[in-house]
């Protein structure tokens, strides 16, 4: 078997407290009261979901929109779970109208990566946006909801009535803490549009100055999604465009309309002066000759005509407003809608200024890192529970240029092989477990776990073949032998305490039984030394 140089990375002696002040004085001066991280559990679970299956949360809330009129009110989902309220009010038209998705008291989400998928296939299911659209409108609102967390003047601002009936000052928005989300969470989607389809979602609202100043604090400040989210801006631009250059050709021809009724209106006009002109001879005619029945019955059908033309003038006058106002209010379209194509133009030619300054920014800290002499290391998170993450920082400095998202490493220790950095990691409780994982020697994420549960307490021992720790089986805890593919390949013959020394010697393996004994272990076989 091939052999392979392990190196033990222990955290507390790779960075100084020095270094860890300088990154913490680097975070504060580069980031703002606003600036948003959001916290996720980025350990193993017991249970695992496929990207299918957690999209499917998302779509199964679409009827509170599909089964109902885009304009009526309606909710859908599991209180306890995932709920949708959608709060519209057409009959106002000031403020705007929104869907609330709530996370109920038994929400299991604990990723924003989980929570966008919830949300983009929600928007695909009761919008019709594109996949890619919807990706891109589910970042920007729940960075969005998380700027403007519990901030109810904010909301109250933007938001009609109907809205603001269902928000809670603790709930409204979005924690950056995964931890508070749970019964804690009302995520605020503006719609600008009850028609559906692009533009119902009101990108001005979710992309504001606030939250692409939070998003420029991240690592990659967000490039992708700000520039996926200027692609939207502009056809939301030409779809209004065209909107206004229809709507003013139908003013146009609603104008011409007005013209035509309102010609046909004085024709109209002109026959009822000429049949009052006739009624009035016919009356006097008959008035002079009471005895003459043929001039009064004249008298009366010309009286008669008189009236009948009186109404088709009137008609005739309604047919003219209406086409007046149709006009009107046309031409009060084509304004709205250009009002909306110069906006979103601005909007996305402002944004690709702001995109290519950061672009450059970033290209020059690339440049940077690569003359940097770095190193890894581990930052301890959690001094109560031992919990750290790793990091890769400057020798020279101290300071940290990358942190991994994992930051639920426990004892304090990783193993570097050729496939990656081996560690125990994880939570118990709900959904988290403890497992044994692959960090990828770049971007530090997990790429692989272990099927067996470890035991929160386990050291990690190794040689240059396997790693040890202690594992669950059928509810009971054994040393377990793993491959550096995470592949177990042996356990042993006896229970141990889940808390046991690892001790590895030319003898054997040392542990500490369930019983409290001390005991070798054959390295071949990992049976007890009689």
């Known amino acids: 078997m091939k052999k392979i140089m392990l190196t033990l990375i222990i955290v507390m002696c790779a960075v100084t407290a020095y270094a860890l002040e300088v990154d913490k004085t680097e975070l504060e001066s580069a980031g703002t009261a606003d600036s948003i991280v959001f916290i996720n559990y980025t350990g193993p679970h017991a249970v695992i979901n496929t990207a299918d299956q957690i999209k499917s949360i998302g779509s199964s809330l679409s009827p509170a929109v599909t089964q109902n009129n885009l304009g009526i009110p309606g909710s859908f989902g599991n209180r306890e779970l995932y709920y949708v309220i959608h709060a519209v009010d057409p009959s106002v038209k000031e403020k705007l109208d929104a869907d ?24 695909s299911a009761a919008y019709g946006y594109t996949e890619k659209d919807a990706e891109t409108l589910s970042v ?7 700027v403007y967390r519990s901030k109810m003047d904010v909301f109250t601002s933007k938001y009609k009535t109907v809205v603001m009936q269902h928000l809670e000052s603790s709930k409204a928005g979005l924690s950056v803490n995964y931890e508070e989300w749970p019964g ?29 100043s939070s998003m420029q604090e991240t690592e990659t400040k967000e490039i992708d999604a700000r520039k996926d989210m200027v692609d939207i801006k502009e056809r939301e631009a030409e779809a209004a465009q065209k909107s206004a250059a229809d709507a003013q050709k139908a003013a146009a021809d609603a104008q011409k309309k007005a013209a035509e009724e309102e010609a046909k209106r ?8 000429k049949a009052e002109a006739d009624a009035l001879a016919a009356q006097k005619k ?12 004249e008298a009366e059908d010309k009286q008669k005509e008189a009236e009948a033309q009186k109404e088709t003038v009137e008609k005739q006058e309604d047919k003219v407003a209406e086409a007046k106002e149709e006009a009107e209010a046309l031409k009060t379209t084509a304004k709205e809608e250009q009002v909306i194509a110069d906006k979103k133009t601005s ?8 995109i290519a300054k950061d672009q450059q920014e970033l290209l020059a800290n690339a440049d940077l890192l690569a003359v940097m002499d770095t190193t890894y290391g581990l930052k301890l998170i959690d001094q109560t529970n031992l919990l750290s993450a790793m990091v890769l920082f400057d020798v020279e400095t101290g300071k940290v240029v990358k942190e991994s998202p994992v930051n639920v490493i426990r004892n304090r220790q990783v193993v570097q092989t050729d496939k990656g950095f081996i560690a125990i990691a994880g939570k118990t409780g709900g959904n988290a477990a403890v497992k044994l994982v692959i960090l990828d020697s770049r971007s530090m994420e997990i790429i692989k776990e272990s099927s067996e549960i470890i035991s929160e307490k386990s050291m990690l021992a190794y040689n240059t073949e396997f790693v040890f720790a202690v594992m669950e089986s059928a509810g009971k805890w054994y040393l377990g032998r793993y491959t550096f593919d995470l592949a177990l390949s042996l356990k042993s013959d006896i229970t141990v305490d889940p808390a046991s020394p690892i001790v590895i010697s030319e003898k054997g393996i040392s542990v500490t039984s369930s019983d409290g004994l001390v005991t070798l272990l054959a390295s071949d076989t990992l049976k007890a030394v009689k």
């Open 100 to 123: 609330i998705l709530i996370l109920g008291p038994n929400a299991g989400v604990d990723h924003i990566r989980n929570l966008r998928r919830i949300l983009s296939s929600y928007l």
């Open 140 to 146: 920007f609102i729940t960075v969005y909801n998380a």
């Open 184 to 212: 804690k969470t009302q995520i605020v989607i503006p719609l600008s549009d009850l028609e559906g389809g692009l533009g119902t979602i009101d990108t001005s609202i979710i992309s504001d100055k606030q939250v692409v």
């Open 266 to 273: 004085k024709a109209e006009e002109e026959k009822l002066k």
């Open 286 to 297: 008959a008035d002079a000759n009471p005895g003459d029945e043929q001039a009064q019955k």
């Open 347 to 354: 909007e996305a030619q402002t944004d690709r200024i702001s």
